[in-house]
Structures are given as C-alpha cells and as structure tokens.
C-alpha cells in the first residue's frame, strides 16, 4: 500500500479542518518595520512553516551530498583494496615457462611442456 500517500492525505484533511476552525481568528503580525494587520492565523501559521520548509533544503542537501561522497570513498578503498588483494593472489611466473619455445610446425595452442632439467 502507499503509505506515504495515506499519511499524506490524512495530514491534508487535518490541515484543512484546522483551517476551517480557525478562519475567523485574526491577529497583527509585526515585522519590525510594518505591521500586517488582521491576518488569519491559520494564514500565519502556513507562512511559517513555509518558510521553514524553504530554508532547511540547503541543509538536507549539504547532507546528502556529503554521504553520497563518503559511500564513494568507502567504493574506491573497497577496489583498491581488492585489486591489491589480487595481485598479492597472482601466481609467480617461472624462468621455465617463461622460456618455452615453440617446435615448428606446431600452433600456439599445441605447445611442449617445458624441458625438464
């Protein structure tokens, strides 16, 4: 289920039943400079929380951004890591095999076995 959007439109109505209760209770709202004068306080209310809403978005995303770029860090140390572990892992190449000859008239795939001794 959408729990989101059900908790969403709960929140909605309650809203507007509060706004409903309260559309006839009027207060002065001082700005220290003006003053607004018989606004709704459920009008006031909304403003506020607005207002709140608006100045947290660059906090929230500050924070995403500085998580995203720990999870990437966290990634490239995790891939040196086992890059390192990989090349620790590789087998030596030995003189021998590194010395193999090809017999002619043989393919690449039908190779000797090292001589021995």
């Not at 409903?20 to 459920?42: C, E, Q, T, W």
Request: no cysteine.
């Amino acid at each position: 289920m959408p729990w989101k959007m059900i908790g969403f439109l709960v929140v909605l109505v309650l809203v507007a039943f509060f706004a409903s209760l309260n559309m006839n209770h009027r207060a002065d709202i001082s700005l220290g400079f003006y003053i607004f004068k018989d606004v709704p306080i459920f009008l006031s209310l909304l403003i506020a929380f607005l207002a709140g809403a608006v100045l947290i978005i660059p906090f929230t995303i500050g924070a995403s951004l500085r998580k995203k770029n720990k999870l990437k860090e966290k990634a490239q140390k995790k891939e040196k890591k086992e890059k390192k572990l990989i090349k620790d892992k590789k087998p030596k190449k030995d003189k021998k095999s590194d010395q193999q000859t090809l017999e002619p008239g043989l393919e690449n795939d039908e190779q000797l076995p090292p001589p021995m001794g």
